[in-house]
């Protein structure tokens, strides 16, 4: 570190720019790792709780870092989200994604569609229709095959922008999911005007069911809201035979979670949980 005037203002200083030199190494760190294409996409199935059959596919991203190994998304997202590298990253999974649901066509395999996390960055941008309808016609994966995971606090940031937004993409034939519902503190009345098709109830909530009866009440309220407002209702962090059953009772449509599998490298995911599509 450089000499300063005084040792307090010393040493404030340098404890910054060790941060911030942190955060410009890690970034730097993240812009090559886009160029050298070291990210890859792990899938984990939902399951229709009625039938057991495969209802969709959650598309995660992973670092497949050089020296540290594999990094999960919440290491990296955050930062990639400050620093505006989340929109050519989340360009980057929808691309990926659609490729490789484009394959799983092609080789006659039934995913149901997969779903992809899009980050309030991205849908802040404007530009994300016409993204997305370039990567569509560009993999040639027909829309219906794809949803969008929007968190609750990403629709809420900026409520008319977002409204016009999403309309857009529903009408391209997307589907849209609420993501992490119940963490954050979007009103009813609001969300009631919106194009969404798909609820997710957060983990946090499913984590103490069936042992914490006020978890399975809310659990329980906002599976019956969101069936009058025609969503279909995905638990997630289903880990138990027991959530699983009390879920079933509940009228939840969709788990997903450790009980059935963990997120897979594509070939993992095809090889135990893809079926031949009906001719
Ligand atoms: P999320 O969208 O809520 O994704 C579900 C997370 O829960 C995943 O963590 C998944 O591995 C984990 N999970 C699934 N089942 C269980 C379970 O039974 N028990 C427990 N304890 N966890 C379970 P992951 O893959 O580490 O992703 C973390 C978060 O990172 C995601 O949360 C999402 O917010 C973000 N993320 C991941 N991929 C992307 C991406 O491509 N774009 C953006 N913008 N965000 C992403
Ligand atoms: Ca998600
Ligand atoms: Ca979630
Ligand atoms: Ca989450």
Not at 253 to 269: F, M, T
Request: with cysteine; glycine share 8%.
């Amino acid at each position: 570190a450089k000499k300063a005037g005084g040792g307090c203002y010393h040493f404030y200083a340098s404890a910054m720019t060790e941060q911030s030199q942190l955060r410009i190494r890690l970034e730097a760190d993240l812009r090559r790792a886009l160029e050298r294409n070291e990210f890859e996409l792990h899938y984990q199935p939902l399951l229709r709780l009625q039938d057991g059959t495969l209802a969709a596919v959650e598309a995660l991203v992973r670092w497949q870092h050089p020296d540290r190994g594999l990094i999960m998304p919440d290491s990296f997202i955050p930062l990639a989200e400050e620093s505006g590298l989340i929109r050519p990253l989340g360009e980057w999974v929808l691309r990926e994604a659609a490729r490789q649901g484009r394959a799983w066509l092609d080789g006659g395999f039934d995913f149901g569609a997969i779903a992809v996390n899009v980050s309030s960055r991205q849908l802040e941008r404007g530009d994300l229709t016409a993204t997305l309808s370039m990567i569509l016609s560009e993999t040639g994966l027909p829309a219906q095959y794809l949803e969008l995971e929007l968190t609750e606090t990403t629709v809420m940031d900026q409520p008319e922008q977002a409204r016009d937004r999403l309309y857009e993409l529903r009408a391209m034939g997307v589907e849209l999911s609420i993501d992490d519902f119940g963490t954050g503190y979007s009103s009813m009345a609001y969300l009631k005007q919106l194009p969404f098709g798909k609820l997710k109830i957060d983990r946090s909530f499913i984590r103490d069911i069936p042992d914490d009866s006020n978890d399975v009440q809310i659990t329980s309220a906002i599976i019956a809201l969101g069936h009058s407002l025609g969503l279909n209702i995905v638990a997630e962090g289903v880990e138990t035979e027991q959530q699983r059953a009390l879920l079933l009772e509940l009228g939840c449509d969709i788990a997903q979670g450790y009980l059935y599998d963990r997120p897979l490298p594509a070939q993992a995911l095809l090889q135990r949980w893809l079926k031949a599509r009906p001719e």
